[in-house]
């Protein structure tokens, strides 16, 4: 086999605790005393020592409410070298909060520093949102979040104009906590052609911050916690 054919794809040194390799893998460089929690299931390769911890006690404390049956869907990470995840292809969007905090859908973590401040929230006003669940994952405080999309993503700024920014709840992955948040119910032109009843409910953001979107609004694994 000629080197030079695969060269293409060996993975670069790394220049941060979190990257992409390509768009649907994360690299994360790990090292002694920087914890990693990733989603059960999600390891496809690591170099150097990588351990791992499934159903840790903080795990079993802190999700009671967001598991289904289907065991604890994360695991805690440790040791020293590169770890490669990956979660069924989706495409991984990577982020570095600075003293922010986050409010994730919880099929859409794929891993996060264990520094992090987090655990399992109500999100309010939720329920009435077709296929939306109603907890989710925050997460706060300085470090790395690593998120999966169905596709690749829009992240959009909310803070640039005074229009608020609406999304429909089967396609939100993410946004800053500090966010206001609102629901709205619409005619939903699509239901012209068979889809759905002709209501549709958005979600309205404005503020400062940030809402990650991805182009799917296929709701039917957004209520089960994938192992």
Known sequence: MHQQSIAGFAPSPPAARMECHG??????????GQDLFARTGSMVAYEGFVQYEPNPPAIRRMASQWLTGEGAPLMRCHGDGLLY?????????VLHLSEDSLSV???NILAFDAHLDWGVERVKGMAKFAGQGLFNVAISGTGWVALTSRGTPVVVDCGRGEDETYVDPDALVAWSSGLKMKGKRS?????????GSGEAYQLG???QGFVVVQPSEDSADRLRARG
Do not use: E, P, Q
Request: cysteine-free.
């Open 205 to 207: 953001f404005s503020g």
């Open 23 to 32: 768009s649907s893998m994360l690299k994360v460089a790990m090292a002694t």
């Open 85 to 93: 995840l990956a979660d069924y292809g989706a495409d991984v969007v």
């Open 105 to 107: 859908n919880g099929t």
């Open 187 to 195: 005619f939903k032109a699509s239901s012209m052609i068979g889809r």
